[in-house]
C-alpha cells in the first residue's frame, strides 16, 4: 500500500513532468490565465527569442486591471494613454500567439480569476498560473493554483512548465455551521487574523471541515483568493458535488464521455485517511462573527463586536506597525468598530465579485437608501455576472439604492484605473487588500463581505449586517 | 537567447566610475510594455540635450563609435537601482560585452540573463584596453568566452575569470527557459501521457 496522500501531494505528483537531484521539479501547468499587466514583457521576450506559445490552447487572456468600468470604454481613446497600450498589447499578443481571448467588446469579459471558472477552463485537479497572486482563487476547484511573476509567466508560455520544489502541507479546518450573517469572506478574515499574513508561508493550505464543504463555489472562491493574504503558496478545498454541478455544463468542462472518465477521476480527489499535515489550524465555526479590519494588513481583522486595538496589545514588531496602521487609518484606539464612519463602498473584485455576493448585497439593500453622500459602486466581476444580475433583478434593486451600476474589471481593488480613493477617503471595500494606497494615494480601506459592505453603505457607518436583518 | 558567440568589436571607452542605471536608463522610460526598443534611450541623459538633439561629445554619438559592440569603463559600473531595463537598453543598442574593473551585484547577474558578458579585469589592464578603445574603429577587439581570453588591436592578451556554470549558459545561449527546454524530451513525455490519463484538460 502507497502511503497515505493530501489532496495536494496527489495534484503535484499527478503533473511533475522532471525531476532534478536536489528536488528541483518541473511542474505541467494545465491552464495558464493572462491579463495586460504582467504579461507584456514575457511575450516580448518570446518574441526575441523567436519561440512560440508551446500550448496556445491552454492559454486564455482577458484584460481586467486597466480597463475602465464606466460606459464607453470599447472606444479607445477613453483610456489613459499606458492603460490603452497596455490592453493594446494584450489584444496584439493574443492574435500573434494565437491564445484565447475575451476583449473588453466581450460579454465574457470580466476580472481573470472569474472568467477562468466561469468559462469552464479552471476544472478540478489541475495545475493553474497566472501573473496574478490572487490565482489562489481557482484552488477553490481543487485545482494547485498559484500567482507567478513575468519571467515565469515567459516560462510557462515558452515551455509550459514551471521550475518549482515543493511546498509544506498545511490544514485549516472550520467545524461546524456558521451562524446567521456570518459568510465565507468573514471565516477567511478571521482565518488570517489567527495565522498573520504570513502563517501560510511555504505551505500550500488545505481548508476543509463541515463549514467549508457548506459553502457554495463562489464562497470557496472566496476564501482561496485570501490564501496568498495568509502568505499561503495556494490554498484547495476538496471538490464535491457542490463543485461537479457548478462546473457541469460550462463552455469548456468536459462533456459526454470525456466527462464520466474526469469525473471518475476528480472523485480520487481528496486527502487520504492518516495523511501527514505539517501544520494545523481548527475553528469553530460557531465562533465566527461578521469580520472587518481595522488597520493596513489583512491581519488586522476583528469581530465586528471589537473596538480599534491599542499598539500596546501586540508584540514585537507588531506593536510599531499597529501604531503606524492606527495612524494611517486615522483611527482612535478603543473607538468601537460600528463608530467607523466610512464614505464610500465598493463592492466588487475576484474576491467578491460574483453573483452570489451580488445577491447578497442587495438582499440587505433592496427598498433601502445609500446614506446621502455617501459614494456607492458595484463592479461585477464580469460582463456574465453583470448580465445575470440585471436579469434577477437585482441591479435595480442596486440603482434605486444609489449604486453605480458599472460594467466588470478590477476597478477600485487596485486603483489602476481612474476608480481611485482621494488621500484621507475611508472605504468600505469588499476587496482583498488594506494595504496604505491600495485604493488610492492615502486612501482608508476597511475589508468585509458585501452584505457588510451594503449594510455600511445604508448607515454611513461599519455595521453589524444582522442589525439591519 | 543569442549564444555567445567569438566577439571581434569596436570597444567605446567610458572611463567613468559609478555609472548607474539611471544614466543607462532613466526612469522615464521604465513604463514601456517592452523589453526591447530601449537602446535609442541608452544613456539619455549624455547622449541627448534638452531639445533630445544628440550630443556630438558623448562617446556613442561619435561616428567612429555608434556600432560599438564593446564597452570598457571605469568601477562600480552599473549600480544604482535593480531595472532589468538597464541591461535590456545596453542589449539593444548592441553591446555584448562590457569591461571593468568592478560591477554591481545586481546589474552583473542580469546581464547574464540577458546575453550580456561582464568582464572584471584589474584596473592596470582595463587601462590598457581603454587606451585600445580610444583608438576609435579601425581598433577591434577581441573577445574569446570560450578561451576566456580579451585582446587588444595589437595583440596583447589578458585571461578573465567566469562562472563556469554561466559561461555554458551563454556558449549555448541557454537562460532558465532554454535550459528547461533542454528538459523537452521529459515535457513531451508527459504530456502525451497526460493526455491519455486526462485527456479532457
Ligand atoms: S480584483 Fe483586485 S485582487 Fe483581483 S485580480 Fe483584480 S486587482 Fe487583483
Redesign the pocket.
Given at each position: 500500500m502507497t502511503a497515505p496522500k493530501t489532496l495536494y501531494d496527489k495534484i503535484w505528483d499527478a503533473h511533475v513532468a522532471h525531476e532534478a537531484e536536489d528536488g528541483t521539479c518541473l511542474l505541467y501547468i494545465d491552464r495558464h490565465l493572462v491579463?495586460e499587466v504582467t504579461s507584456p514583457q514575457a511575450f516580448e521576450g518570446l518574441r526575441m527569442a523567436g519561440r512560440k506559445v508551446r500550448a496556445p490552447e491552454k492559454t486564455i487572456a482577458v484584460p481586467?486591471?486597466n480597463v475602465p468600468t464606466t460606459e464607453g470604454r470599447e472606444d479607445p481613446s477613453n483610456m489613459p494613454e499606458d492603460s490603452r497600450i497596455q490592453v493594446a498589447a494584450l489584444d496584439t499578443n493574443a492574435k500573434e500567439f494565437g491564445i484565447h481571448y475575451y476583449p473588453v467588446t466581450d460579454v465574457r469579459q470580466g476580472?481573470?480569476?472569474i472568467v477562468g471558472p466561469e468559462q469552464g477552463w479552471t476544472l478540478p485537479g489541475m495545475t493553474v498560473v497566472c501573473g496574478?497572486?490572487?490565482t489562489a482563487t481557482h484552488g477553490a476547484f481543487g485545482a494547485l493554483a498559484h500567482g507567478i511573476g513575468t519571467s515565469e509567466v515567459e516560462h510557462v508560455l515558452a515551455t509550459q512548465t514551471l521550475i518549482q520544489k515543493k511546498s509544506k502541507n498545511m490544514k485549516v479546518e472550520i467545524t461546524g455551521k456558521l451562524l446567521p450573517g456570518v459568510t465565507a469572506k468573514d471565516i477567511v478574515l478571521r482565518i488570517i487574523a489567527e495565522t498573520g499574513t504570513a502563517g501560510g508561508t511555504g505551505y500550500v493550505i488545505e481548508y476543509c471541515g463541515e463549514a467549508i464543504r457548506d459553502l457554495s463555489m463562489e464562497g470557496r472562491m472566496t476564501i482561496c483568493?485570501m490564501a496568498i493574504e495568509g502568505g499561503a503558496r495556494a490554498g484547495l478545498i476538496a471538490p464535491d458535488q457542490t463543485t461537479f454541478d457548478y462546473v457541469q455544463g460550462r463552455p469548456h468542462a468536459p462533456k459526454g464521455a470525456q466527462w464520466d472518465a474526469a469525473l471518475n477521476w476528480w472523485k480520487t480527489l481528496f486527502t487520504d485517511e492518516g495523511a501527514h499535515f505539517d501544520k494545523v489550524l481548527v475553528i469553530e465555526g460557531e465562533s465566527i462573527e461578521p469580520t472587518v479590519t481595522w488597520g493596513t494588513s489583512p491581519e488586522d481583522a476583528l469581530p465586528i463586536s471589537a473596538v480599534v486595538p491599542s499598539p500596546a496589545d501586540f508584540k514585537g514588531g507588531k506593536v510599531d506597525a499597529a501604531a503606524r496602521s492606527i495612524e494611517y487609518m486615522g483611527l482612535t484606539s478603543g473607538t468601537p468598530l460600528t463608530d467607523i464612519e466610512i464614505d464610500t463602498v465598493f463592492i466588487?473584485?475576484?474576491?467578491n465579485?460574483r453573483i452570489e455576493d451580488l445577491r447578497a448585497a442587495a438582499e440587505i439593500l433592496k427598498g433601502r437608501k445609500v446614506k446621502d453622500g455617501i459614494r456607492a459602486m458595484i463592479v461585477p466581476?464580469s460582463g456574465l455576472v453583470r448580465a445575470q444580475a440585471e436579469e434577477e433583478g437585482l441591479a435595480d434593486i442596486f440603482q434605486e439604492a444609489g449604486f453605480e451600476w458599472r460594467l466588470a474589471?478590477?476597478?477600485m481593488?487596485?486603483a489602476?484605473n481612474p476608480d481611485q480613493l482621494k488621500p484621507g477617503e475611508r472605504c468600505a471595500a469588499t476587496?482583498?487588500?488594506n494595504f496604505e494606497g491600495r485604493q488610492g494615494r492615502g486612501g482608508r480601506t476597511h475589508l468585509m463581505s458585501p452584505a457588510m459592505a451594503a449594510a455600511a453603505a445604508i448607515t454611513g457607518k461599519i455595521t453589524d449586517v444582522r442589525t439591519l436583518a | 537567447m543569442d549564444k555567445f558567440e567569438k566577439l571581434s568589436g569596436i570597444a567605446a571607452p567610458m572611463p567613468l566610475i559609478n555609472i548607474d542605471t539611471d544614466m543607462i536608463i532613466p526612469k522615464q522610460f521604465l513604463k514601456t510594455i517592452k523589453r526591447s526598443g530601449l537602446g535609442v534611450n541608452l544613456f539619455d541623459e549624455m547622449r541627448y540635450d534638452s531639445e533630445g538633439k544628440e550630443i556630438p561629445d558623448f562617446v556613442l554619438n561619435k561616428p567612429a563609435y555608434r556600432e560599438a559592440e564593446i564597452i570598457v569603463a571605469g568601477d562600480n559600473f552599473g549600480c544604482g537601482s535593480s531595472r532589468e531595463h538597464a541591461p535590456w537598453a545596453i542589449k539593444d543598442f548592441g553591446i555584448k560585452c562590457v569591461i571593468a574593473p568592478s560591477f554591481a551585484d545586481i546589474f552583473f547577474n542580469n546581464c547574464f540573463k540577458n546575453g550580456i558578458l561582464p568582464i572584471v579585469l584589474p584596473q592596470e589592464q582595463v587601462d590598457v584596453l581603454m587606451k585600445d578603445a580610444e583608438k576609435g574603429a579601425n581598433a577591434r577587439m577581441e573577445v574569446d568566452l570560450e578561451a576566456q581570453t580579451v585582446t587588444t588591436s595589437d595583440g596583447e592578451s589578458f585571461s578573465f575569470e567566469v562562472d563556469p556554470f554561466r559561461k555554458h549558459c551563454l556558449l549555448e545561449g541557454l537562460d532558465d527557459i532554454g535550459l528547461t527546454l533542454e528538459k523537452g524530451a521529459s515535457i513531451d513525455a508527459f504530456e502525451s501521457k497526460a493526455t491519455q490519463e486526462r485527456p479532457w484538460v
Amino acid at each position: 500500500m502507497t502511503a497515505p496522500k493530501t489532496l495536494y501531494d496527489k495534484i503535484w505528483d499527478a503533473h511533475v513532468a522532471h525531476e532534478a537531484e536536489d528536488g528541483t521539479c518541473l511542474l505541467y501547468i494545465d491552464r495558464h490565465l493572462v491579463h495586460e499587466v504582467t504579461s507584456p514583457q514575457a511575450f516580448e521576450g518570446l518574441r526575441m527569442a523567436g519561440r512560440k506559445v508551446r500550448a496556445p490552447e491552454k492559454t486564455i487572456a482577458v484584460p481586467d486591471h486597466n480597463v475602465p468600468t464606466t460606459e464607453g470604454r470599447e472606444d479607445p481613446s477613453n483610456m489613459p494613454e499606458d492603460s490603452r497600450i497596455q490592453v493594446a498589447a494584450l489584444d496584439t499578443n493574443a492574435k500573434e500567439f494565437g491564445i484565447h481571448y475575451y476583449p473588453v467588446t466581450d460579454v465574457r469579459q470580466g476580472i481573470v480569476h472569474i472568467v477562468g471558472p466561469e468559462q469552464g477552463w479552471t476544472l478540478p485537479g489541475m495545475t493553474v498560473v497566472c501573473g496574478d497572486s490572487h490565482t489562489a482563487t481557482h484552488g477553490a476547484f481543487g485545482a494547485l493554483a498559484h500567482g507567478i511573476g513575468t519571467s515565469e509567466v515567459e516560462h510557462v508560455l515558452a515551455t509550459q512548465t514551471l521550475i518549482q520544489k515543493k511546498s509544506k502541507n498545511m490544514k485549516v479546518e472550520i467545524t461546524g455551521k456558521l451562524l446567521p450573517g456570518v459568510t465565507a469572506k468573514d471565516i477567511v478574515l478571521r482565518i488570517i487574523a489567527e495565522t498573520g499574513t504570513a502563517g501560510g508561508t511555504g505551505y500550500v493550505i488545505e481548508y476543509c471541515g463541515e463549514a467549508i464543504r457548506d459553502l457554495s463555489m463562489e464562497g470557496r472562491m472566496t476564501i482561496c483568493n485570501m490564501a496568498i493574504e495568509g502568505g499561503a503558496r495556494a490554498g484547495l478545498i476538496a471538490p464535491d458535488q457542490t463543485t461537479f454541478d457548478y462546473v457541469q455544463g460550462r463552455p469548456h468542462a468536459p462533456k459526454g464521455a470525456q466527462w464520466d472518465a474526469a469525473l471518475n477521476w476528480w472523485k480520487t480527489l481528496f486527502t487520504d485517511e492518516g495523511a501527514h499535515f505539517d501544520k494545523v489550524l481548527v475553528i469553530e465555526g460557531e465562533s465566527i462573527e461578521p469580520t472587518v479590519t481595522w488597520g493596513t494588513s489583512p491581519e488586522d481583522a476583528l469581530p465586528i463586536s471589537a473596538v480599534v486595538p491599542s499598539p500596546a496589545d501586540f508584540k514585537g514588531g507588531k506593536v510599531d506597525a499597529a501604531a503606524r496602521s492606527i495612524e494611517y487609518m486615522g483611527l482612535t484606539s478603543g473607538t468601537p468598530l460600528t463608530d467607523i464612519e466610512i464614505d464610500t463602498v465598493f463592492i466588487g473584485s475576484c474576491t467578491n465579485g460574483r453573483i452570489e455576493d451580488l445577491r447578497a448585497a442587495a438582499e440587505i439593500l433592496k427598498g433601502r437608501k445609500v446614506k446621502d453622500g455617501i459614494r456607492a459602486m458595484i463592479v461585477p466581476g464580469s460582463g456574465l455576472v453583470r448580465a445575470q444580475a440585471e436579469e434577477e433583478g437585482l441591479a435595480d434593486i442596486f440603482q434605486e439604492a444609489g449604486f453605480e451600476w458599472r460594467l466588470a474589471g478590477c476597478s477600485m481593488c487596485l486603483a489602476m484605473n481612474p476608480d481611485q480613493l482621494k488621500p484621507g477617503e475611508r472605504c468600505a471595500a469588499t476587496s482583498n487588500r488594506n494595504f496604505e494606497g491600495r485604493q488610492g494615494r492615502g486612501g482608508r480601506t476597511h475589508l468585509m463581505s458585501p452584505a457588510m459592505a451594503a449594510a455600511a453603505a445604508i448607515t454611513g457607518k461599519i455595521t453589524d449586517v444582522r442589525t439591519l436583518a | 537567447m543569442d549564444k555567445f558567440e567569438k566577439l571581434s568589436g569596436i570597444a567605446a571607452p567610458m572611463p567613468l566610475i559609478n555609472i548607474d542605471t539611471d544614466m543607462i536608463i532613466p526612469k522615464q522610460f521604465l513604463k514601456t510594455i517592452k523589453r526591447s526598443g530601449l537602446g535609442v534611450n541608452l544613456f539619455d541623459e549624455m547622449r541627448y540635450d534638452s531639445e533630445g538633439k544628440e550630443i556630438p561629445d558623448f562617446v556613442l554619438n561619435k561616428p567612429a563609435y555608434r556600432e560599438a559592440e564593446i564597452i570598457v569603463a571605469g568601477d562600480n559600473f552599473g549600480c544604482g537601482s535593480s531595472r532589468e531595463h538597464a541591461p535590456w537598453a545596453i542589449k539593444d543598442f548592441g553591446i555584448k560585452c562590457v569591461i571593468a574593473p568592478s560591477f554591481a551585484d545586481i546589474f552583473f547577474n542580469n546581464c547574464f540573463k540577458n546575453g550580456i558578458l561582464p568582464i572584471v579585469l584589474p584596473q592596470e589592464q582595463v587601462d590598457v584596453l581603454m587606451k585600445d578603445a580610444e583608438k576609435g574603429a579601425n581598433a577591434r577587439m577581441e573577445v574569446d568566452l570560450e578561451a576566456q581570453t580579451v585582446t587588444t588591436s595589437d595583440g596583447e592578451s589578458f585571461s578573465f575569470e567566469v562562472d563556469p556554470f554561466r559561461k555554458h549558459c551563454l556558449l549555448e545561449g541557454l537562460d532558465d527557459i532554454g535550459l528547461t527546454l533542454e528538459k523537452g524530451a521529459s515535457i513531451d513525455a508527459f504530456e502525451s501521457k497526460a493526455t491519455q490519463e486526462r485527456p479532457w484538460v
